[in-house]
């Protein structure tokens, strides 16, 4: 167009850097900038040809050029400014005049009881349900006090949307809903057709942009929203400098390529991060578990030789005191022993008593059978003797029931002499042979039963003949009664002799008894050694299993010790080609609540600033430093305390 300018009515004018006074920005309605050029259209009402277009899609498209120059020139001329952007910067508030054109057309007017209601305020509400996060920007510009018209807010709203770097996503997630935005806007609106799907991509480039816009202080209700076309009109001289442009867009193509190279590496080193941490903290665990198994193995230990020196007490006394038993039961036997030959000594005696019992009973049957012829002088002594022989057959009868114990506790004695030691087998014998003796004496009762049954049948036939021998008998009654006398005193005798071997019987089942308590404590004892055996050689598999798992756990720990090295420097690598490329690990505007150095909470008068060396956020009083680094030779934004260090580093490197 050669640095012209088309007024309302038509006329071209020259002008230089600046428009002149008399100059009159068109409306959006008028002018279409196509990729070719400018399209004039006509005012709305008037006549058109066939030929014409469709005037809304002629504005569509008008509307998207604009944005799509504006979009350009705010980047061109934000990178060529070199640090952030005011509110009072030409091309940014070009850049909110347009895109609250784009916003405004298609809007259906809602009618109220005052006036008609068109405002894009509403659309914009809609972004809070849509988009979580854009909750705090809705909430911020309805506490701004000075705010009263939903104009105003919608200008506040895209300011802070765009020092999020948040407006691309903000308005792609409101463009996929059409459902909600077709009560907003009319079918052919430009936000419900590609064009506004095109524009929310150019709004991606913004985010290479920082800006720190005042919104409390700025009239937002009262501002004209009219767009200056002079900013956008080329003169011959910019038509000569497309080199220029060709250069700059490679450099911005260089820095996207840069910057997602960038991004790549920070998220490979944010894993990696991550990653150290995880082998931190399980190298941690495996120390902490490590320390836990040397203290179980520690104490193990001790109670192992706790155990041993108990375990070798336990046998010392387990031995002295089988020593003492072992002699214990050698005396016992002795006694035994003597205590058995008295008996047998009494039991011979016993049998020679009755031997010579047995010869005169004999004797006694044979005077019977002479005496028989003499019945009335002996029916006197008949009835004694009777007496007598019942008395007898009474301690007859007393001695087979103790020979019976006796027998029974021999055999008792046999039993449990059974189950003892190889040192008790002597015993045993005796027993034996104190059984072969009291089969004797039965036997010899036996007979004398046998013989006592004959003179029972003697006495019948004695009975008989008591007539013949009545006068016999009462002369050797006298003998007979003399030698009653002395039978009596032999059985007081044997009586005494039975009472001594019970008393003995006695004595020796005591003793028994004891030897039996010995031996079963002597049992348990050992029942006890044997289980305290097996404990201590679970405890030292324990110990050996403890201990393999103890090398185990310093192997692994080694591996990890060099899998670590190795992942650090990895890490270092990394970092040294992150520093090489940017120098800084970009810190996400989420992710700080607070200046790094004040710690003071940021707001929307206390904004966000990045350090460009550090990459991290502080306040505007932090960051007011700029210097000169690596990636950028122009003086950028650093924080105190990288400018600090940076500048001890440059007085270091001086000579």
Not at 68 to 89: N, V
Not at 130 to 146: K, Q
Request: aromatic share 4%.
């Amino acid at each position: 167009m050669g640095g012209d300018c088309l007024g309302l009515g038509g006329s071209r004018s020259r002008h230089g850097n600046a428009p002149p006074p008399s100059f009159r920005p068109l409306p959006v309605w008028v002018l279409g900038l196509s990729g070719q050029g400018l399209e004039v259209l006509r005012r709305p009402g008037a006549r058109t040809g066939p030929a014409t277009k469709d005037p809304t899609a002629v504005e569509r498209a008008n509307l998207l050029n604009m944005a799509k120059l504006s979009i350009k020139g705010l980047i061109e001329s934000a990178l060529s400014f070199g640090r952030t952007l005011d509110s009072d910067y030409p091309p940014l508030q070009q850049f909110f005049v347009v895109m609250e054109h784009c916003l405004k057309h298609g809007l259906k007017v809602r009618k109220s009881f005052l006036s008609y209601n068109k405002t894009i305020w509403g659309p914009l509400e809609l972004v809070e349900k849509l988009y979580p996060e854009a909750e705090e920007i809705g909430a911020s510009v309805r506490d701004l006090p000075g705010l009263k018209t939903p104009l105003g807010r919608a200008r506040a709203w895209l300011r802070l949307a765009l020092m999020q770097k948040k407006m691309a996503d903000y308005l792609r997630c409101l463009i996929i809903q059409r459902d909600l935005l077709s009560e907003f806007y009319e079918y052919h609106a430009l936000m419900m057709e590609e064009e506004g799907a095109v524009i929310v991509g150019l709004l991606v480039g913004l985010n290479v942009i920082d800006a720190n816009l005042c919104v409390k202080g700025e009239d937002l209700d009262s501002q004209v929203g009219v767009i200056d076309f002079s900013m956008y009109l080329k003169n011959e001289e910019d038509i000569g400098n497309k080199e220029r442009n060709v250069q700059i867009a490679a450099i911005l193509d260089q820095k996207n390529y840069v910057e997602e190279l960038n991004r790549q590496l920070n998220s490979t080193v944010s894993s990696l991060h991550s990653r150290v941490d995880s082998l931190e903290k399980s190298n941690t665990k495996l120390i902490e578990e490590l320390a836990i198994a040397k203290n179980n193995i520690i104490k193990l230990q001790e109670e192992n030789h706790q155990l041993r020196s108990e375990n070798k007490l336990i046998l010392m006394k387990t031995q002295q005191h089988l020593e003492v038993t072992k002699v214990d039961v050698e005396t016992e036997l002795q006694t035994y022993k003597h205590s058995r030959q008295g008996l047998d000594e009494m039991y011979n005696e016993a049998r020679r008593q009755l031997r010579d019992e047995s010869q005169l009973r004999q004797d006694v049957e044979n005077e019977l059978a002479v005496q028989v012829s003499m019945k009335h002088e002996i029916e006197l002594a008949m009835k004694l003797l009777e007496k007598d022989i019942h008395e007898k057959q009474d301690t007859l009868i007393g001695l087979r029931q103790q020979l019976e114990e006796v027998k029974a506790i021999n055999i008792e004695m046999y039993q449990k002499l059974q189950g003892s030691e190889d040192g008790l087998k002597e015993k045993n014998e005796i027993i034996a042979r104190l059984e072969e003796k009291t089969n004797k004496i039965t036997a010899a009762m036996r007979q004398l039963e046998q013989r006592l049954q004959q003179a029972e049948k003697a006495q019948m036939e004695a009975e008989d003949e008591d007539e013949k021998y009545l006068q016999e008998c009462l002369s050797k009654s006298d003998s007979l009664q003399k030698l009653i006398s002395q039978k009596e005193k032999q059985l007081v005798q044997l009586e005494t002799d039975l009472k001594i071997e019970k008393e003995w019987r006695q004595t020796l089942q005591e003793d028994l008894q004891k030897e039996k308590d010995a031996l079963s404590h002597l049992r348990n004892e050992t029942q006890q050694i044997i289980s305290l055996k097996k404990e201590f050689l679970n405890l030292q598999d324990e110990n050996r299993q403890l201990k393999k798992i103890y090398h185990e756990q310093e192997q692994a720990l080694q591996e990890l010790g060099n899998k670590l090295s190795e992942s650090k420097l990895k890490i270092e690598d990394i970092k040294e080609a992150n520093k090489a490329l940017q120098g800084l690990v970009w810190l996400k505007d989420k992710e700080a609540t607070h200046c790094k150095l004040c710690e003071k909470e940021f707001s929307l008068s206390k904004r966000k600033h990045h350090c460009r060396n550090c990459g991290e956020i502080f306040c505007n009083a932090c960051s007011d430093n700029e210097l000169p680094l690596p990636s950028s030779p122009k003086p950028v934004r650093v924080c105190d305390s990288c400018h600090a260090l940076l500048i001890q580093r440059c007085s270091s490197n001086l000579p």
